[in-house]
């Protein structure tokens, strides 16, 4: 039975118990998965966020964290910034990862010329 309609066995137990105890009405009325929380934020305030992320105003999620709260009132978690930011599919910024031993001025020097040996392209 389970397989025909491509449900796990407990499921169709769970649902032939509420059968047994209210009959039809009793299975309508549980709803298992649902939609979750209501969203903090309006669509138009999501918007906004995802706006004001975009412009790039923003160098982590505290601080987006802390501007929603002073904007909207809502506080949220870092898991929940982290959360929102995907479902408003902003991308982090994430800085470049830079050597312990790197040297800036040489590596400045190298890009207007400055290095010791040419590159030689073969044909």
């Known amino acids: 039975m389970a397989a025909a309609v491509g449900v796990d066995y407990r499921s169709v137990q769970r649902w032939a118990a509420w059968y047994r105890t209210g009959g039809l009405p009793a299975v309508r009325a549980h709803r298992l998965g649902g939609t ?8 138009a305030a999501q918007a906004q966020v995802a706006d004001e992320v975009a412009t790039g105003r923003f160098r982590t999620a505290g601080e987006i964290r802390d501007w929603i709260r002073a904007q909207y009132g809502v506080t ?25 031993k790197a040297d800036p001025e040489a590596q400045a020097a190298w890009k207007k010329g400055a290095s010791s040996r040419r590159s030689r392209q073969r044909a």
């Not at 979750?36 to 669509?43: A, I, N, T």
């Not at 995907?86 to 830079?98: D, S, T």
Request: hydrophobic share 35%.
């Open 36 to 43: 979750g929380q209501p969203p903090f934020l309006s669509p």
């Open 76 to 100: 949220y978690t870092l898991g929940g910034v982290y959360s929102l930011l995907e479902r408003l599919r902003c991308a982090p910024k994430v800085p470049r990862p830079v050597h312990a």
